[in-house]
């Protein structure tokens, strides 16, 4: 088996499905034209799933269960409100909506390893499912599609998924054991003043200076319990007034706390809700709070890393082969998976020197030559894992 020549066979269609889906960018939930794309490829290579699950999800199947293990391949495919300056042929026909972290890419390379290891079915000793998972960057559709029973039945062994980024060139591949990408929490804060003439503040309650206080007080006060050398809180935006002579009924803040421990995440909802109350007491206003728990923190299972990142090096060689220093501040829904079963998830490079961008930027851009590398590491270690 060559999985470069069999991937060279379906270079074309790949890339060409992988452009369609990024000119038809879909937001979270509402995956309905990708998901059709998916389901015909699937159909055309006679690939079995099931669909919908958790609304837009598809979960295919290759393989046999009852030969041996199970290997769980992810590709996330939601868009994002961006309006694509790129630049390539393929833009966004889609007014405002981008394919700006890849999950475009995500799906060609999901896609061109279902092609592949349904090719090659027969050698197979075991199983794999594909998954196709909506609302990566919004609600999270990961937990709804593992509710929905994706993991069972066969039951998963190992899990793998793979992010593109700009950030590396491609070909280089970053692994880590253990804490990888961070429970991505936010809250919202309102304080409720009084409204009144800019003239006559004393008629009034100006709900901006307590909202002011929280955000030049607010780190000093978390930094009491948490451990800002390993989290991360932003407040990252301040609403207040319309009017230059009025003064506001209210001031609402929003942000973000990124962080790997429940211990720390319990402590920034009530630190904060008891910081707002204290200023409440001194600028005589109320609050309206509420922090939102969202993805657990990815965790790599240290075996399963380890492993994949053996294969990697076999295959790539060990100078492609990077380690991250420290967790990332970013969050994903992978977590729920790494979660339940054994998991990993890697970054892999898709930087073109003559496009430099970041991810969730309006000129986005990926390499398409790391297709084939994701594809390589798809498809090569479920082989290697399920015929040992
Ligand atoms: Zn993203
Ligand atoms: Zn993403």
């Not at 790949?14 to 879909?26: D, G």
């Not at 393989?63 to 994002?80: F, Y």
């Not at 190992?158 to 950030?167: D, E, N, R, S």
């Not at 451990?227 to 009025?246: A, I, L, M, P, Y």
Request: proline content about 5%; charged content about 25%; glycine content about 6%.
């Amino acid at each position: 088996m060559n999985i470069i020549n069999d991937y060279n066979e379906i270079k074309d269609e790949i890339i060409a499905i992988r452009r369609k889906i990024h000119q038809n960018p879909e937001l979270s939930n509402d995956e309905f034209e990708t998901a059709k794309t998916i389901c015909e490829c699937l159909d055309k290579y006679n690939i079995s799933y099931k669909f919908p699950v958790a609304k837009t999800g598809i979960c295919a199947f290759i393989g046999n269960a009852d030969k041996g293990k199970t290997v769980l391949i992810r590709a996330d495919m939601d868009a994002l409100p961006v309006k694509e300056e790129s630049g390539v042929d393929f833009s966004s026909k889609n007014d405002g909506v981008m394919h700006a972290c890849g999950h475009d890419v995500h799906v060609a390379n999901a896609l061109a390893a279902a092609i592949i290891l349904k090719k090659h079915e027969a050698e197979l000793k075991g199983c794999v499912k594909i998954i196709f998972q909506p609302a990566e960057e919004t609600d999270g559709g990961a937990e709804p599609m593992i509710n929905e029973g994706i993991l069972n039945n066969p039951d998963v062994d190992v899990a793998i998924g793979i992010h593109v980024t700009p950030l590396y060139p491609t070909g280089d591949m970053y692994f880590k054991e253990g804490p990888l990408m961070a429970a991505p929490d936010d809250f919202t804060l309102t304080f409720v003043g009084k409204s009144s003439h800019g003239a006559e503040p004393e008629n009034g309650i100006n709900p901006m200076n307590p909202a002011s206080e929280f955000v030049l007080g607010i780190h000093k006060e978390l930094a009491k319990e948490i451990d800002f050398s390993k989290n991360v809180f932003s407040v990252c935006t301040f609403n207040c007034g319309t009017s230059f002579n009025q003064i506001a009924d209210t001031a609402t803040l929003s942000g973000t706390f990124r962080s790997y421990d429940d211990k720390d995440r319990k402590a920034c909802d009530r630190i904060c809700r008891e910081y707002a109350e204290k200023l409440c007491e001194k600028y005589n206003t109320k609050i309206k709070f509420a922090y939102s728990y969202r993805y657990p923190p990815l965790i790599n299972d240290a075996t399963v890393c380890k492993d994949v990142k053996a294969f990697a090096e076999k295959i790539f060689g060990k100078d492609k082969i990077k380690e991250f220093e420290k967790p990332l501040m970013t969050g994903e829904d992978f977590s729920y998976i790494a979660r339940e079963v054994p998991s990993v998830f890697i970054w892999a490079g898709c930087g073109d020197e003559n496009h430099p961008c970041v991810l969730h930027s309006a000129n986005f851009y990926a390499d398409e030559n790391v297709i084939e590398k994701a594809v390589r590491l798809f498809v090569g270690y479920t082989f290697d894992y399920l015929n040992r």
